[in-house]
């Protein structure tokens, strides 16, 4: 089976940097993605690695370790929009099975 | 810009009716998706449905789940027997191609489902 494990919450201030870990266990893993979920909305698409190594796209960036299976996204100059639900995400089993993890719940604050 | 549209937004049946939620892929996906939330929770993966078969499903996916694309855009997912506990937010998504550098799923708005 997959299992994915992510803090539950996380608060910061505008202007800070927080970083979001994600550990995950699964076969036949092809890669992690993030997604970011506003209260009441569709979750959308941050980022994906498919290789080790550091995805940069604006304030945001994600980092995966295959040999740890381990990852994190970054949120750098973090503004109140970005109050929301992130999840990791891990494609596996045969391509067919995207799995979220619980998500982590990130408050900004003034 | 191309996007999952579902439908309806918000649905509300009675338990032991049959619900039918709808969800129209992008176009040129390959790859579909539903996907379940309960309010606060985790997205749960139920099914997922590749070259007109289901290529993997979950311990929730039961016999009174069944998904169809009966006419190559639409692709539905049918409750038989709603219970209580069915009451969640249903999602839709595609993915045009996995692996590679890059895998991005759409998600549909959503179909909010209410049993009573």
């Known amino acids: 089976g997959q299992s994915l494990e992510q803090p539950s919450e996380v608060t910061a201030v505008e202007g800070a940097i927080v970083q979001i870990n994600c550990t995950y266990q699964?076969?036949?893993?092809?890669?992690l993605s993030w997604y970011q979920q506003h209260d009441g909305g569709a979750p959308t698409f941050l980022s994906y690695?498919?290789?080790?190594g550091l995805e940069e796209t604006g304030r945001f960036s994600s980092f995966l370790s295959r040999s740890d299976s381990y990852g994190y996204l970054l949120l750098q100059e973090l503004q109140m929009k970005d109050s929301a639900s992130y999840f990791c995400?891990?494609?596996?089993?045969?391509?067919?099975?995207?799995?979220f993890g619980a998500g982590t719940r990130l408050a900004v604050h003034p | 810009e191309p996007e999952v549209t579902q439908t309806p937004s918000h649905q509300v049946t009675q338990m032991g009716q049959e619900v039918i939620l709808r969800c129209v892929p992008i176009?040129?996906?390959?790859?579909f998706y539903w996907y379940r939330q309960i309010l606060g929770q985790k997205v749960e993966f139920l099914v997922s449905?590749?070259?007109?078969?289901?290529?993997?499903k979950s311990e929730i996916f039961d016999d009174q789940f069944s998904v169809e694309r009966p006419d190559g855009s639409n692709f539905t997912l049918k409750i038989r027997s709603t219970k209580l506990e069915d009451s969640a937010m249903y999602f839709c998504?595609?993915?045009?191609?996995?692996?590679?550098?890059?895998?991005?799923?759409?998600f549909g708005q959503g179909t909010r489902l209410t049993v009573v």
């Open positions: 176009s040129n996906h390959l790859y």
């Open positions: 995400a891990v494609l596996a089993g045969g391509y067919n099975k995207l799995i």
């Open positions: 699964t076969s036949g893993f092809y890669g």
């Open positions: 998504a595609s993915i045009s191609q996995v692996g590679g550098a890059h895998t991005e799923a759409f």
């Open positions: 449905f590749y070259n007109n078969e289901i290529s993997e």
């Open positions: 690695n498919a290789l080790d």
